[in-house]
């Protein structure tokens, strides 16, 4: 199975890496938000958050925090965003998860188009309900 993130940890694809040890690897998104926009990679290939063994997440977002600082104290940015797309229809592209940190400024040109919605009657309970039976 071909994979663009397991051949950037293999060397066989080019990559501004930022970090690496045993288990976690992190380089330039090449296609970035922001610049400085970063990517936190497990070395593992899983598809996603919700593969990503739970004796693996602790030391991802380690990095992630160490990755952010880092961010901050060369870009010195206003603020960043921590993103995990998963699956096609939230946006994901590379089926191998990564945590994105983007670099954010206050009046920078990024912006989400949210239509919010708003819960009627009794829905904030019944699907808080079938949430909570489901943990
Ligand atoms: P996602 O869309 O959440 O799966 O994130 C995948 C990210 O990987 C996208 O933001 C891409 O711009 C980025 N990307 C794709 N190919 C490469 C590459 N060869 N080197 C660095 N980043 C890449
Ligand atoms: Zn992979």
Known sequence: MKCIFCDIINRDLPAEVLYEDEQVISFLDIRPMNYGHALIVPKMHVENFLSLPEDQMG???IIAQKIAC????ALGFDGF???INNGK??????FHLPIHIIPRYSHDTFQYKIDFKKYRNNELE???NSIRKCI
């Open 59 to 61: 030391r991802v977002f």
């Open 70 to 73: 880092a961010l901050r104290d």
């Open 81 to 83: 965003n921590i993103t």
């Open 89 to 94: 229809a939230a946006g994901q592209t590379v």
């Open 126 to 128: 019944e699907i808080g």
